[in-house]
Every structure is written in C-alpha cells, then in structure tokens.
C-alpha cells in the first residue's frame, strides 16, 4: 500500500534554506541601479576576443560605442577609471547621475 502524502508538510517548512535577496545590479559605467531593462554589455567587444559582460544602462552603452572604436575598447579592457578619463564620457556620467534608472534620451553620434 502507498501512503498518501499530506497536502501539509509539518517539516517542510524546516527544510527549506532561505536565499539571500539578491543584491541590486548596478551599471558597470555610471553606478546607478539597474532599472527595468539591463543590457549585458562586452567591455571587450566581442570581435577582439571578449568573453566577459558586465550590467549597463542601454544609454550607457550607446555612449560608450560612440566615443570609442573596438580597438580602444579592447585596450582599455574591464577599466573603468580609464574610460571615465575621456571628457565626453566624464561629462555624460556626472549628467546621467540624477536621472531615474529607466532614463532613455538620445545619444551623441559616433565622433570620427
């Protein structure tokens, strides 16, 4: 005979391990906190052999490709502080800081 399993489960409640709530992502470039939408984001690109992503703001991103090529992408790497020494950059982070996770505005064009 099979025993019938108890739709309440004294035990179950005691096995259970509580996960620790996962920590807010925050944007590689400006730090803020990640809003509806993430972009998973190559800090080497793709094409020059990057593998690692890292969490960005979709207006984040489209700074970064507008004011670097790959190649200087790739140079950089997983530098931060070295892409924040650009002023467009500098300039577009020290903007950006107040505005709600979810902003969306236009971009620059790529300056070549």
């Known amino acids: 005979m099979n ?3 108890s739709k309440k489960d004294p035990y179950g409640e005691l096995l259970r391990v509580e996960e620790p ?3 807010a992502l925050q944007c590689w470039l400006c730090g803020r906190p990640m809003g509806k939408t993430t972009v998973w984001h190559h800090p080497v ?3 020059r052999g990057g593998r690692d992503v890292v969490p960005m703001h979709a207006i984040c ?11 200087e992408l790739q140079r950089h790497g997983n530098d931060v502080e070295a892409l ?13 800081a107040n505005k709600d996770p979810d902003f969306t505005a236009t971009t620059a064009k790529k300056q070549r």
């Open 45 to 47: 690109p793709k094409s």
């Open 61 to 71: 991103q489209q700074t970064l490709i507008a004011n670097f090529t790959n190649a």
């Open 84 to 96: 924040l020494a650009n002023p467009n950059v500098r300039k577009f982070v020290d903007w950006v």
């Open 21 to 23: 709530p996962e920590a």
């Open 3 to 5: 025993r019938r399993q």
